[in-house]
């Protein structure tokens, strides 16, 4: 069964916010910047440095969050969006179709350099979602 959890978008300052968080509550905190991912030398210089992915993981809960990578504003409110982390592709490409309905695709599901099957959409309701599946290696 999918798990949805909280994913967090910050104007380059997510790496301090996660530390924050990590430091008043606990757990284990894992971050890639920019300079750190498979696609680095792809990357624009002032991209390097900013957080592209990051996870807090306290128990079963899980906080994501991530700079604003593509150049969207960040607006407190709207900055927070819902993952569905997906057990399998099936899952993903079933709920991602329905969910699809009224929507806004962002990102029709893909596999990703990350090496997981990724699709993004605003809901007919104004919600963005993320779709996500990482298959075992």
């Given at each position: 069964m999918a798990l949805i959890q909280a994913y967090?978008?910050?104007?380059?300052?997510?790496?301090e916010a996660m530390t924050f968080y990590k430091n008043s509550l606990g757990g284990e905190l894992t971050i890639m910047k920019g300079e750190q991912s498979p696609v680095a030398a792809q990357l624009p210089p002032e991209l390097r440095?900013?957080?592209m992915h990051s996870s807090l993981a306290l128990g079963d809960l899980v906080l994501l969050a991530s700079d604003s990578l593509d150049g969207t504003p960040v607006t407190l409110?709207?900055?927070i969006s819902l993952m569905l982390a997906c057990t399998g592709e099936k899952e993903l490409r079933d709920a991602f179709a329905k969910m699809a309905v009224g929507a806004?695709?962002?990102?029709e599901p893909k596999f990703e350099f990350w090496g997981a099957l990724y699709g993004s959409l605003i809901d007919k309701y104004g919600i963005r979602w993320m779709f996500n599946w990482e298959p075992k290696k």
């Open positions: 967090l978008t910050f104007a380059g300052n997510c790496a440095g900013q957080v409110g709207s900055n806004n695709v962002e990102t």
